[in-house]
């Protein structure tokens, strides 16, 4: 059996574990990755290299900026004012939200950020309306992660530079990319995930998060007295 073959079975089985959620999806994660190394999919070293992988510190960083921010008036004053003008509807909250979004994802070529920055503002939206934050999280980073640079604005504008950019590396000069033409390949997907991310994510999403989480105000507050 070729490497190949034994890694995408390791995925197909990873993403059942996921999906079905019988087991902790931290430890269906170690688990994945400890079969790569078994199998020889992966070098130990590599996989031990994850564990300091820039993108998850910056992740974990942008979770505790999310978390600071959220308790600042100025995230609740914002959602108040969404849940306003959506009068307690939960679609039209998210088409808002989305919207955001999308612009955001224009201008700022991470989704990490982007969701930092949109995760508290809905945090408190959906307090505020006793939603659970489950059904809304997940379909924003979607939105977040697949629409960036999607129209011809922001990092957008510079995506036919760089496409014209390999065309010329490669000496094909017969076609030119125009500055839209990355957009109306793109513009499709960013329609069909916005629609479903406000329409249909929320619905399925689950009602309370895949793992609880304690506050440390409840955890301090069901602290046995000494």
């Known amino acids: ?35 790569f190394v078994l199998t020889g999919c992966l070098d130990p070293a590599t ?3 994850y564990f300091g992988n820039a993108n998850g510190i910056m ?12 308790r600042t008036q100025f995230v609740k004053k914002c959602a108040s004012s969404v849940n306003r003008i959506s009068g307690g509807s939960l679609t039209k909250m998210m088409l808002g939200y989305v919207l955001i979004t999308v612009v955001l994802s224009q201008f700022i070529q991470s989704s990490v950020v982007v969701f930092g920055i949109m995760a508290p503002m809905m945090i408190a939206s959906c307090d505020e309306l006793h939603i659970s934050p489950s059904k809304t999280l997940f379909p924003m980073a979607m939105v977040g992660i697949a629409t960036i640079s999607v129209l011809p604005l922001g990092s957008g504008a510079t995506q036919f530079a760089e496409l014209n950019g390999y065309l010329e590396a490669n000496e094909y000069t017969a076609f030119t990319v125009a500055l839209t033409d990355p957009m109306k390949a793109r513009l499709p997907m960013l329609l069909a995930i916005s629609l479903y991310s406000i329409f249909i994510a929320p619905r399925m999403a689950p009602d309370a998060p895949v793992i609880q989480m304690t506050s440390i105000e409840s955890r301090k507050d069901n602290r046995p007295a000494l």
């Open 47 to 49: 996989a031990a290299g």
């Open 1 to 35: 059996m070729s490497s190949l073959t034994v890694c995408l079975i390791i995925c197909l089985i990873t993403m059942v574990s996921y999906i079905v959620g019988k087991i902790p999806m931290g430890l269906t994660a170690m688990l994945s990755m400890a079969a």
């Open 59 to 70: 992740m974990l960083s942008m979770f505790v900026v999310a978390t600071g921010f959220n």
